[in-house]
């Protein structure tokens, strides 16, 4: 490996920037009736998507996802080298079960909420070390599912405090590449070209594991937090750059409560980013007429928002250069029962604007 690449204490930066190929996202009725409903591919109406069960609809709609990534790219799933996939449930059997019949090599991932970042940066290093020509990157995660796995039946009818995020049912794919995605013409899907821009990785930082004590599976935002700081005050560092070199920081889904204490913390570490912050979990649900409580979480939040708003907002020249920052609390039902604590962790990926020659 050149160590030239190593940035800091725990970042790469890419000699040759990752090309984000396509993307695509997949998300139920709820999510595209908030404010970001529009951008999304697919709203479906239906939350079992047609099948029997909560994890049966889960592993659905991430293949209608990956599916769709690669069909905008003019792909086949032969053309795929990698698949780097996970999800909430146990043994990521959303993701297995789901993906199965792809036939796409096949790394399971489990970061909880910050599987997208991870995906996204394995897949990134493997597409910088020549290890594939394409390689898709997905995550989802499915409301019904979620509180079957982690908290109570539905049927339970449990009352969840305001502190409490809402799993979103979605989620999102990218296909990573070393060259320009092709240019759209008529016939194409891709929107992840507009003339010579497109959208590149050009560097991450991996999360490490941060526990405060928290145990309030209910308090997602507290939980993940500490972690979310931990990652931006060493991407910050390991770069050189202020929080203002960033047109806008994109944490997954920390929610209003894990916001304030993103803030907080990050303010003594002499960091304000407050200007230009955004949580995809506040993002996705309209907190006036959606009783999502402190916002979104999940898999499929960062995912969803990442493909279908993000991604998109850099091509359409909202953004030059972002930094996606998805998190996740690292619990189990062992774990919780067992009266463990809830670590976090947060991946961070730079992704830019990139101009593409005029030859190409």
Request: aromatic share 8%.
């Amino acid at each position: 490996m050149n160590r030239q690449m190593t940035c800091g204490t725990s970042s790469i930066s890419f000699q040759n920037p990752v090309f984000i190929q396509s993307c695509a996202s997949v998300v139920s009725r709820k999510e595209g009736e908030g404010p970001l409903g529009a951008y999304f591919d697919t709203i479906c109406e239906d939350p079992m998507f047609g099948t029997d069960t909560w994890e049966a609809a889960e592993s659905t709609l991430q293949k209608q996802a990956a599916l769709l990534a690669i069909k905008k790219n003019g792909l086949t799933c032969s053309d795929i080298q990698l698949l780097f996939a996970g999800d909430l449930l146990a043994q990521t059997s959303a993701s297995s079960f789901g993906t199965a019949d792809l036939k796409i090599p096949f790394y399971g991932l489990f970061g909880a909420c910050s599987t997208m970042g991870e995906s996204l940066s394995l897949g990134s290093m493997c597409i910088d070390g020549g290890y594939g020509k394409y390689i898709l990157c997905a995550t989802s995660s499915h409301f019904a599912s979620a509180e079957k796995e982690f908290r109570f039946p539905l049927g339970y009818g449990n009352q969840r405090p305001l502190s409490a995020t809402w799993t979103v049912t979605g989620a999102g794919a990218c296909i990573l590449g070393y060259e320009p995605p092709p240019r759209p013409d008529n016939k194409t899907l891709n929107t992840l070209r507009n003339r010579n821009i497109c959208a590149v990785i050009t560097g991450i930082t991996t999360g490490r594991l941060i526990d405060f004590g928290f145990r309030d599976s209910l308090n997602m935002g507290a939980c993940m937090a500490p972690a979310a700081c931990d990652t931006i005050a060493r991407n910050l560092q390991d770069f050189h750059r202020k929080p203002s070199d960033y047109d806008a920081i994109f944490t997954g889904d920390l929610g209003m409560v894990g916001q304030t204490i993103l803030f907080d913390l990050l303010t003594e570490k002499g960091f304000d980013i407050s200007s230009v912050h955004q949580d995809c979990g506040m993002l996705i649900y309209d907190p006036q007429t959606q009783d999502t409580h402190s916002g979104g979480s999940g898999c499929g939040c960062a995912a969803s928002v990442l493909a279908g708003y993000i991604l998109p907002g850099i091509i359409q020249k909202k953004w030059k250069r972002i930094l996606f920052v998805p998190t996740g609390a690292l619990l189990s039902k062992v774990s919780f029962n067992e009266g463990d604590p809830i670590p976090g962790i947060a991946h961070a990926v730079v992704i830019e604007q990139y101009r593409v020659p005029d030859m190409m």
